[in-house]
């Protein structure tokens, strides 16, 4: 693990910073391997520094043993002087994207109680971690491939109890006791059970509604395994499908099996958006798909890169993100369907398995 240290070394020296300080709690665990929710890291060119308090220590000292443990008392104004007096930086870069106002004045105040010849310059910085973790090697990938299939099977197991009646809270347990019971750690995020008209609502707040026949069920879920995250979507019918469901299930289906023969590596985010976007719009829906297609899965459920429309970030082989084209039209509702896939060799390879036909509940 101590190799991802040596990697952010270099993006430090390029980037001209001394040192930086980690705060985003999975970037801490992506280098240190410490699982804590509360620390921060320290890391320069000859110091790899993991601050964390009295309830930690140990765990610290167990999980990262790579990093000089410190413990600390108090909030920031208190142990920040002592690890930049042993850092000495110059130039000291923070993680703007977590850091809050509060901190940062907090941090400014630290600066402004040294010496001058130990103050040393604040620099935010983005995504310095978040590119490095956005591609895996073959122990994250095994992990989550593992939560991939975990998720897979729970789908499977609730597919088939679907009925009228059943409302949306009731799939949504039936989908977390599945997950819970055979392995997983917890939710990557609340259950997403939409149906019906609110199926047309990407982020619908799964409430008590009964599931009716002639209705679209959108189900959003996915599981962590040892950290890992996964994500899946599919869109079942209650009963027989109609005319409808069926040609706008296939329109986001060929825009999502078309994305995964198309996406390769060296492509940007915007690149790979547009080649499901491409299809939504030939067939007449192009308004009614309002999201991006994707976003990297790992450690967050939510991780760089971004497949959306004015994204630069360009994919690269070993990382993983989803592909989850949608359609979404108000007082009828929608259909979604997710998997997450990996760049290798410069193409797409898709690892979840869950079903795509044949959905139907009874």
Request: aromatic residues 6%; glycine residues 8%.
């Amino acid at each position: 693990m101590f190799h991802r240290v040596e990697e952010l070394r270099l993006r430090l020296k390029d980037s001209g910073l001394d040192a930086i300080l980690i705060s985003q709690p999975e970037n801490r665990r992506y280098l240190s391997g410490f699982i804590g929710t509360a620390g921060h890291l320290m890391v320069s060119q000859d110091k790899a520094i993991l601050a964390t308090d009295f309830r930690y220590t140990e765990q610290a000292m167990r999980q990262a043993p790579n990093f000089e443990v410190r413990r600390t008392e108090g909030d920031i104004t208190k142990w920040l002087p002592k690890l930049i007096a042993e850092a000495l930086p110059q130039t000291l870069g923070f993680e703007a994207q977590d850091v809050t106002y509060a901190s940062y004045q907090a941090m400014l105040k630290v600066l402004e109680e040294l010496d001058p010849g130990q103050r040393p310059s604040l620099v935010p910085t983005e995504n310095l971690v978040d590119q490095l973790r956005a591609v895996k090697d073959k122990e994250e990938l095994d992990t989550i491939s593992r939560a991939i299939a975990l998720g897979d099977a729970a789908f499977d197991h609730v597919s088939e109890r679907i009925r009228p009646g059943m409302t949306e809270k009731q799939v949504a347990w039936e989908i977390e006791k599945y997950l819970r019971e055979n392995g997983g750690e917890r939710l990557s995020f609340d259950t997403i059970v939409a149906s019906g008209v609110y199926s047309a609502v990407p982020h619908h707040h799964t409430s008590d509604k009964p599931l009716e026949a002639g209705e679209p069920v959108v189900i959003d879920m996915g599981c962590v395994m040892d950290g890992y995250c996964s994500d899946l979507t599919r869109t079942v019918f209650v009963g027989a499908p109609d005319d409808q469901f069926k040609r706008i299930y296939d329109i986001v289906l060929g825009a999502q099996l078309t994305a995964a023969a198309t996406i390769a590596a060296g492509m940007t985010g915007n690149d790979a958006d547009a080649l499901a976007r491409h299809v939504i719009e030939q067939a007449g829906h192009g308004d009614h798909f309002g999201h991006s297609l994707g976003h990297g899965v790992g450690l967050a459920v939510h991780e760089f890169p971004r497949l959306g429309k004015g994204s630069n970030d360009v994919l690269a082989d070993n990382m993983v993100f989803s592909i989850e084209p949608g359609i979404y039209i108000t007082d009828w509702g929608g259909v979604r369907i997710e998997d997450l896939a990996v760049l290798e060799e410069g193409r797409v390879r898709v690892l979840s398995k869950a079903r795509k036909t044949e959905l139907h509940g009874r």
